[in-house]
């Protein structure tokens, strides 16, 4: 049993390196082995040498460059780091640099537990964006030539939750500052608004209206949107012509029935003397297309940017990033990737994603206290990480609810009708009529060539579905038909069924 932890660590695995990459399996696993070079003489006569004391051997032969295998359990650390030391590649080192400090990690530590929780936590927003590069630039970009050009502008950006949203416009605006600074530029006056704090949807004019002229009420006999318009139709004095970026968060809950909330704010940006770079961020991927024809024939389309769900490297890569600023590794990599591929098959949510972590990470915590005894301040095993069994035991703790059982018990046209339901209530729409929802169910039959239940029997599991807490019918009103919502989280629909192709393709 080998004494040095590095060591352990590095033996129990198969290293295939090549230039930028590395490669690791379990020795378990792995599909066949080197060949062992048949013993010739001159390696007997080696062996005699070194018994008997002679230091004569022959030249040391220089090492190929091209890609090997180090399948040999008693290789030295040194000699993997020698292979290592080459600078292109850095992914390498970074990983032989985390595995030589395994044996730093113990979970009993309570100032190391707390920095892994610190640095999974969703509050702990990372130095640099990961994985959102490209939105993160055109985003700038699209402030950087409203700023330059001194023109107003409009921006929506759309995304499911937990898709670097918020994170990107909290970079976006210290990029901002920093920029405008260095290039001597007026600072822009910035105004962050949560839709979803304010008491009236009207409200969000009054706020503009105080980040515009401070201390300063609208004349009594206009409101603050129409205070608003007179100022953006005449030209300011130069002293109060600093641009204004107005970022409106969680912007579906400014929609009204007639949306004219929502039509007068982007309107604000279309003035001739307006001064707003307006982005509105919302969860409703579909509000655009609802909304974007209105606005285009009112000459104030704004420019789109989608977040798109995470998917299971960049979930995994993310994760990384995070963990790699501890000296010290508390997690299995293949963990890691456990919970990266079904969060991401479930909604490719990251914050998902971190909340899994922490809690595997918290099934460890309670194990290794279960554990504790007299030695229990002494050196931890090599596997006193975070495992495959405990991220597993995570992910169901946080997927694995009382619906997600449900769901996954019913007949088979019943799970169709939740399918239908989940697509017709993405976005911001909340209810449907009975009849609306038997459309997108016969529509999903004909396209599986599946011979679809009559309206009768239709009607009938809606209401076992309803009787089970997963859909819930309205109150008819007079002559109008019943209209029918959805109770339970898209996500767990998801997690329910995606491990059934059809219902996989269904949910698209």
């Not at 080998?2 to 198969?14: D, E, F, H, I, V």
């Not at 018994?51 to 180090?70: D, I, T, Y």
């Not at 105004?191 to 009236?200: G, I, M, R, W």
């Not at 949107?225 to 004095?237: E, G, I, P």
Request: proline share 5%; charged share 25%.
């Amino acid at each position: 049993m080998p004494t040095n932890a590095a060591g352990a660590s590095l033996s129990s695995y198969k290293y295939f390196v090549t230039t930028g990459t590395v490669k690791f399996e379990s020795l378990e696993s792995a599909a066949y082995e080197i060949p062992r070079k048949r013993k010739s003489r001159s390696d007997s006569a080696a062996a005699v040498n070194l018994m008997s004391g002679n230091s004569l051997s022959s030249p040391k032969k220089l090492k190929s460059h091209r890609p090997c295998f180090v399948s040999n359990p008693r290789i030295s650390v040194k000699e993997v780091m020698e292979i290592l030391r080459d600078p292109v590649n850095l992914v390498v080192q970074k990983l032989s640099d985390c595995l030589g400090s395994k044996s730093n990690w113990n979970p009993r530590d309570e100032e190391q537990m707390r920095a892994v929780k610190e640095a999974l936590h969703v509050s702990k927003a990372p130095s640099t964006i990961v994985c959102r590069e490209d939105e993160h630039i055109r985003i700038f970009g699209f402030v950087k030539g409203c700023i330059d050009q001194q023109k107003a502008g409009s921006l929506y950006i759309c995304g499911c939750p937990g898709t670097g949203k918020s994170l990107s416009m909290e970079k976006v605006v210290q990029q901002v500052g920093d920029w405008s600074t260095q290039a001597g530029l007026p600072p822009v006056d910035t105004l962050s608004v949560n839709c979803t704090s304010l008491t009236k949807t009207t409200d969000i004019f009054s706020k503009i209206l105080g980040e515009i002229k401070p201390g300063k009420n609208a004349n009594t006999n206009s409101s603050p949107l129409q205070h608003l318009q007179s100022l953006f139709s005449q030209k300011q004095a130069s002293s109060s012509s600093r641009m204004m970026l107005i970022i409106a968060d969680e912007m579906d809950y400014l929609i009204t029935k007639n949306r004219g909330v929502l039509y007068d704010l982007f309107l604000l940006t279309t003035l001739p003397f307006s001064r707003c770079i307006l982005i509105g961020v919302a969860n409703a991927i579909d509000l655009a297309d609802r909304f974007l024809p209105k606005l285009k024939s009112l000459t104030c389309k704004p420019m789109v940017i989608t977040f798109r769900a995470y998917s299971k490297d960049q979930i995994l890569r993310i994760l990384q990033e995070r963990l790699m600023v501890l000296s010290y590794v508390a997690f299995q990599p293949k963990a890691l990737e456990l919970c990266a591929r079904k969060v991401a098959a479930a909604s490719g949510d990251m914050r998902k994603a971190l909340c899994v972590c922490r809690s595997a990470l918290e099934i460890l915590e309670m194990e290794v206290r279960r554990s504790a005894g007299p030695e229990s301040q002494g050196p931890t095993t090599d596997d006193s990480v975070v495992r495959m069994d405990h991220m597993a035991a995570a992910l169901s703790k946080t997927f694995k609810s009382p619906v997600v059982e449900t769901i996954q018990s019913l007949p088979q046209h019943q799970q169709i009708i939740i399918c239908a339901a989940t697509k017709a209530f993405r976005g911001s729409k909340k209810d449907t009529t009975v009849g609306e929802l038997n459309m997108l169910y016969l529509e999903i039959c004909k396209s599986w060539m599946i011979s679809p239940a009559g309206i009768t029997e239709f009607t009938n599991m809606c209401t076992v579905l309803n009787d089970q807490g997963i859909l819930k019918f309205g109150q008819a009103r007079g002559d109008k038909p019943k209209r029918v919502s959805l109770r339970v989280d898209e996500s767990d629909i998801t997690f329910a069924l995606q491990e059934i192709r059809f219902f996989r393709n269904c949910l698209v």
